[in-house]
């Protein structure tokens, strides 16, 4: 099994700063990306940002968000920066992960961490 800790959220002013941080255990092989997500309330999950050896951004959070990742400790983060309340939302680590049971990369997600701006 594989699994995913969030950690890093919380209650910040607009214009502030948050980092996510996010690690997998387990019984990992292989991880060929990691990611963040969010869910605002009524409104679907959506990407904020991958990173697979490339970064990925959603249009909403470019040159605002900053996305890393640790390979060693199989770990991502996200660099918040300038945040507005529209950010506000409960945010997902996912990551594709080849573990040593499978021969697939399979999804795993985290159990989510608030993020709330105020206005």
């Known amino acids: 099994q594989v699994q995913l800790v969030e950690s890093g959220g919380g209650l910040v002013q607009a214009g502030g700063s948050l980092r996510l941080s996010c690690a997998a255990s387990?019984?990992?092989?292989?991880?060929?990306?990691m990611g963040w997500y969010r869910q605002a309330p009524g409104k679907q999950r959506e990407l904020v940002a991958t990173n697979s050896g490339r970064t990925n951004y959603a249009d909403s959070v470019k040159g605002r968000f900053t996305i890393s990742r640790d390979g060693a400790k199989n770990t991502v983060y996200l660099q918040m920066n300038s945040l507005k309340p529209e950010d506000t939302g409960v945010y997902y680590c996912?990551?594709?992960?080849?573990?040593?049971?499978?021969?697939?990369?399979?999804?795993?997600w985290g159990q989510g961490t608030q993020v709330t701006v105020s206005s």
């Open positions: 387990g019984s990992i092989f292989s991880i060929s990306a």
């Open positions: 996912n990551a594709k992960v080849l573990d040593d049971n499978s021969h697939y990369y399979n999804d795993y």
